[in-house]
T-cell receptor
Framework: KNEVEQSPQNLTAQEGEFITINCSYS?????LHWLQQHPGGGIVSLFM???GKKKHGRLIATINIQEKHSSLHITASHPRDSAVYIC?????????????FGEGTQLTVNP | DGGITQSPKYLFRKEGQNVTLSCEQN?????MYWYRQDPGQGLRLIYY???????QKGDIAEGYSVSREKKESFPLTVTSAQKNPTAFYLC?????????????FGPGTRLTVT
């Protein structure tokens, strides 16, 4: 079993829909990251959080440390949101800034 | 502009040849990382370095080698010993400290070995 599990693996939505991507992890963490990978392959960091909730534009990330679970929400989705969304955690047990990554969720938003 | 550059974007090699992937950053970050991405799998750590002239193996270091002679540069060599070298390779960098810091990623190099 992977230390970081994401669901769903694939998600297709219509423009304007509210989207939720889930991430569960099995280790104690010091931080959780949400990343976005566009078709060209480059990855950008969306959020880094260790508790509570963060919001940036139409994106919201939440984390429940007790339940070892995080969600990424996209409100009023748009075709340009189509990308792979990756959850990654920094385990308290590992050294340095090593991250463990989920397999990613492929999101397609149709116009 | 500050950032991470990887070159080339696409690389083709014949089986049995060593190949070196370039990674340069001008973010003044101490830590640098190499990841491999395969379809349907999460990123896997190959090597990382937290300071010049020092580096550690990640989860899948076999068949790879690195050097860190300069803070800005962390080249990865894919050797002929790597059994399945065809993959997408991503380099990243971050601050080193007692807190948790974002990793900044390069655009990646897609390596195809035939």
């Amino acid at each position: 079993k992977n230390e970081v599990e994401q669901s769903p693996q694939n998600l297709t939505a219509q423009e304007g829909e509210f989207i939720t991507i889930n991430c569960s992890y099995s280790v104690g963490i010091s931080a959780l990251h949400w990343l976005q990978q566009h078709p060209g392959g480059g990855i950008v960091s969306l959020f880094m959080l260790s508790s509570g909730k963060k919001k940036h534009g139409r994106l919201i990330a939440t984390i429940n440390i007790q339940e070892k679970h995080s969600s990424l929400h996209i409100t009023a989705s748009h075709p340009r949101d189509s990308a792979v969304y990756i959850c990654a955690v920094r385990s308290r047990e590992t050294s340095g800034s090593r991250l463990t990554f989920g397999e990613g969720t492929q999101l397609t938003v149709n116009p | 502009d500050g950032g991470i550059t990887q070159s080339p974007k696409y690389l083709f090699r014949k089986e049995g040849q060593n190949v070196t992937l370039s990674c340069e950053q001008n973010l003044n970050h101490d830590a640098m990382y190499w990841y491999r991405q395969d379809p349907g799998q999460g990123l896997r750590l190959i090597y990382y370095s937290q300071i010049v002239n020092d580096f550690q193996k990640g989860d899948i270091a076999e068949g790879y080698s690195v050097s860190r002679e300069k803070k800005e540069s962390f080249p990865l060599t894919v050797t002929s010993a790597q059994k399945n070298p065809t993959a997408f390779y991503l380099c990243a960098s971050s601050i080193v400290g007692t807190g948790t810091y974002e990793q900044y990623f390069g655009p990646g190099t897609r390596l195809t070995v035939t």
